[in-house]
């Protein structure tokens, strides 16, 4: 249960936001209970209006790779805005940050700027639709691709059945051109590909889909889907939103040695900013308006505030040799973690790359979020609220991932496992 004053905000809240809040998963409604409202964080700490403190796995959802507020990332809005927030005319700022995911992920040539995830994921489908022709997507069941329209789309019962709509308000006719297939499994595709191959524009995935828990893809599956969309010239799209920038300098593609022909980014490019990019082959790019004929645009895209500080925190990430600390911080976490359910006699799943980890209350393999369904949820929101009130505040939902910073350090790991281990006790 959070403090009296984040009840009452909440209250208010309800009477003016639609449930509260501006984006769903912040309702709490994934474990039964109602949010705290943040007064102010810094380091690993965010602090509630009731002045309770927690140790945050949430990081603002993956951009908070440094920590809450970084000096050099504060510093340098205040420096950036004295010259202006926003021009809607070319400035440095963006040659500088397309130069840097260029120079970073392997797969991108060229690079345009959005506003959110959500907005490179539908131009980046809207590009491949217009670079082949072709109208149809496939997508997994259990990817989060934000809150596009035709991304919006559950699984239908079988594999070459076409998804339903996941939300009211997107027509059938966009659903229908989404086909939604389990992750990991090998044949669903290649029972697509064999029938309507060349009709498939594209394939969007999150190359370690942490959006259903956190799972990663079998022995060979990338690259599987590499071959299969480069023989039928479909437009393979690796949505690394998520992990681009978190894992590895050049994301989920540079540790596994596989390139997508698009690549969609966001969070951690905007240092805390809203901010997301899409990039890749020049022949594909240049299909975008205003060379080519796929029209995409945004009155605040290439924002100065938002890549300076997105700049900023890259570069604290590369002078700090980031990567290397965060699976080090990872590693501590996952030893302590492994050892507590020993100790427990608990044989939970766990999972973990780098700076991200998903705990599942089961002891099955997880490969696709019908296993993650398959996951104790009673036990994890017993879990979740344990730790909250011992101060340690993990992803509100089970299938979130979670996420450490640069600024988490090792007694904060050892904190996390004290509560840890007392939440174990209780649930
Ligand atoms: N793609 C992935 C993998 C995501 O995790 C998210 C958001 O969490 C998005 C796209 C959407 O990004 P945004 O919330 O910035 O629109």
Request: one cysteine or more; a negative charge; proline letters at 5%.
């Amino acid at each position: 249960m959070v403090g009296p004053l984040s009840q009452k905000l909440f209250a208010k809240a309800k009477t003016v936001i639609p449930g509260g809040v501006n984006s769903p998963v912040r309702a709490f409604k994934n474990v039964d209970g109602d949010p705290f409202f943040v007064r102010r964080a810094a380091g690993s700490r965010i602090t509630d209006v009731d002045d309770k403190t927690y140790i945050d796995y949430v990081g603002t959802w993956g951009p908070a790779i440094l920590g809450h507020a970084p000096i050099t990332i504060t510093q340098t809005i205040h420096e950036v805005a004295k010259d202006g927030v926003s021009f809607g005319t070319p400035c440095p700022w963006e040659i500088q940050m397309a130069q840097k995911i260029v120079d970073w992920v392997p797969s991108v040539e060229k690079v345009r700027m959005t506003n959110s995830g959500t907005e490179a994921t539908m131009s980046a489908i809207r590009l491949a639709r217009g670079f082949t022709g072709r109208d149809k997507i496939i997508k997994f069941d259990g990817c989060y691709h934000g809150h596009v329209d035709h991304l919006l789309v559950a699984a239908g019962s079988g594999a070459l059945t076409h998804g339903e709509p996941d939300s009211a308000g997107v027509p059938k006719d966009f659903s229908n051109q989404t086909i939604v297939l389990p992750y990991n499994d090998f044949e669903a595709i290649q029972t697509v590909f064999d029938s309507i191959g060349d009709e498939i524009a594209a394939i969007i995935l999150e190359p370690f889909p942490a959006n259903a828990g956190f799972v990663f893809p079998r022995e060979g599956y990338l690259q599987f889907l590499r071959d299969i969309t480069t023989k039928h010239g479909t437009v393979l799209i690796f949505d690394e939103v998520m992990t681009g920038f978190r894992l590895a300098k050049g994301g989920v593609q540079e540790l596994v040695g596989i390139t997508p022909d698009l690549t969609c980014m966001g969070k951690v490019i905007g240092g805390g900013l809203p901010v997301g990019a899409f990039g890749g082959r020049s022949d594909i790019m240049d299909c975008v308006a205003p060379i080519g004929p796929v029209y995409q645009a945004g009155t605040l895209s290439g924002n100065p505030l938002a890549l300076a500080a997105g700049l900023a925190q890259l570069q604290a990430l590369e002078d700090a040799d980031g990567y290397t600390q965060l699976e080090n911080k990872g590693a501590q976490l996952e030893a302590g973690i492994k050892g507590l359910l020993k100790d427990h006699g608990l044989d939970f799943t766990f999972h973990r790359a780098g700076s991200m980890f998903c705990l599942f209350f089961t002891d099955k393999e997880m490969w696709n979020v019908s296993d993650v369904n398959g996951a104790d949820m009673d036990a994890f929101k017993r879990f979740f609220w344990a730790l909250l009130d011992d101060g340690v505040y993990l992803g509100p939902s089970p299938y979130e991932t979670n996420f450490i910073s640069l600024a988490h350090s090792a007694g904060d790991i050892d904190d996390t496992l004290d509560a840890m281990s007392k939440a174990f006790k209780k649930i």
